[in-house]
């Protein structure tokens, strides 16, 4: 079970600072995200692999990469590619937003068709696509999500949960739930947590709520938990590391330290009771 750290939060730095603050963290390895305005360009997919080098010359693996893109064209092709030349053998997609002024299953009928056509490239790069589990799209949760994956090939197309974005953002589906609907296609799952917290009432005398993310330890969802279930299962896919802290970055990468040590201490104290 790898522990990446997604590199979300090191937007602005050059590669080398990146790297250096990801091996600095703890982390043994990370997940690139490929964007404007991070390290790494999606309009020159070309420096993935001169990324991969450098992080490894950092001590670093990637085992796993973070695009956009929701269509397989030859722009998304070209950017596959290149992750598959480095050697990177999953790639999380982008979001398929729900449009409710749409109705879902045309809008469900057009991410299959685009899945179809990201299927065929997963098999001509010899890599695995994800879909992360996020709110606002056509896969906020494990239900939704199957909708999308039946038919698809596990070993091309998986499935990257998100217990956060399910329990705190979009409502509280089951994480057992979550995971067992989703096999075989879970390979990936996001780790941050959240909560949410009452605000003043309205005009309507409604009161308002909002929610934030919180430590691993603080928030809603309950990792003590999860974990353990992870190691007891056998899960050897990519945990990666959300740092989602509304806080400047010194403040955010101080809290993803205590994120990773207690992540740590949860893996250790499951294989420790499995003894």
């Known amino acids: 079970m790898d522990i990446a750290y997604f590199t979300k939060t090191l937007e602005g730095l050059p590669l080398e600072k990146a790297a250096e603050i990801t091996a600095d963290l703890g982390f ?6 490929i964007r404007d305005g991070h390290a790494v360009s999606p309009d020159r997919p070309e420096q993935i692999v ?3 080098k450098l992080l490894a010359a950092a001590g670093l693996r990637i085992p796993m990469a973070t695009i956009d893109s929701t269509r397989p064209d030859d722009a998304t092709s070209r950017i596959l590619g290149h992750c598959g030349e480095a050697g990177i053998g999953q790639i999380r997609l982008g979001f398929w937003r729900y449009d409710p002024s749409r109705r879902w299953r045309v809008q469900l009928d057009e ?3 685009d899945l179809d056509g990201f299927e065929r490239l997963a098999a001509r790069f010899g890599i695995k696509l994800t879909i992360q589990l996020h709110g606002g799209t056509l896969h906020s949760s494990g239900a939704l999500a199957l909708q999308l994956l039946t038919g698809h090939d596990p070993a091309r197309i998986g499935v990257y949960p998100d217990p956060a974005n399910q329990i705190v953002r979009e409502g509280s589906e089951d994480w057992r739930l979550t995971l067992d609907v989703l096999d075989p296609w879970f390979c990936c ?3 941050k947590n959240g ?3 009452p605000g003043a009432y309205g005009a ?3 009161r308002a709520w909002h929610s934030d993310w919180q430590g691993l330890d603080e928030g809603m969802v309950p990792w003590n938990e999860i974990i353990p279930h992870l ?3 056998g899960f050897a896919g990519v945990l990666s590391v959300h740092s989602q802290y509304r806080v400047p970055r010194p403040q955010a990468l101080d809290k993803v330290r205590a994120d990773l040590a207690y992540l740590r201490r ?3 104290a499951a294989k420790e009771a499995e003894r």
């Open 28 to 33: 043994d390895c990370a997940d690139l995200l």
């Open 50 to 52: 001169e990324a991969v």
């Open 111 to 113: 991410a299959r068709h």
């Open 189 to 191: 799952l996001g780790v």
């Open 195 to 197: 909560g949410w917290f």
């Open 204 to 206: 309507g005398g409604q």
């Open 231 to 233: 190691v007891v299962t």
């Open 266 to 268: 949860l893996v250790a």
